[in-house]
Every structure is written in structure tokens, then in C-alpha cells.
């Protein structure tokens, strides 16, 4: 759409809101306000989690196996120890 202000045409440009932030060249860029962020390594994690409506606790570490859990350290949160 366009109009004329002033006596010049004018281009508007209506972006719709996204709940997912914007990839550009590989880099993840939200709206703030009135300002652009961008969003990268921890940040970028805890906003698509945040809205993926899971917790962080819900994903499983790929990478991860048994060998990796340290029993006495379980026993002493759960206070066992």
C-alpha cells in the first residue's frame, strides 16, 4: 500500500508480530519495544524455550548417558547424605 504525505509518495510496510525470532544470515534478531535485539547462545536458547511452552527440564542432553550422573551428588540433593 502507499500514500502521499507532504506531497510524496510514501511505501507502508505492515509486518505482522511473530512469537519466534527473526533468522537473518544465520543470526536471530526480536523486536524489543522499539528496537531490534539480537538474540544469541544463552539468549537465544531461553527465548525459544520460553516459548516452545516446555521447560528447560523437559529437553533431554543428547550427549549425555547414565555414566554422567554422579549418584552422591543426587543422594545429597535429595538429602540422603
Not at 510496510?13 to 538474540?39: M, W
Amino acid at each position: 500500500m502507499s500514500e502521499s504525505k507532504k506531497g510524496k509518495d510514501t511505501l507502508i510496510i505492515e509486518v505482522k508480530p511473530s512469537y519466534a525470532p527473526i533468522s537473518y544470515y544465520g543470526r536471530y534478531f526480536v523486536r524489543n519495544g522499539s528496537t531490534i535485539q539480537e538474540l544469541n547462545g544463552k539468549e537465544l536458547t531461553k527465548f525459544l524455550i520460553s516459548k516452545s511452552d516446555r521447560d528447560w527440564d523437559e529437553y533431554a542432553e543428547e550427549k549425555s548417558s547414565m555414566d554422567d550422573i554422579d549418584i552422591k551428588t543426587v543422594e545429597r540433593f535429595n538429602g540422603f547424605s
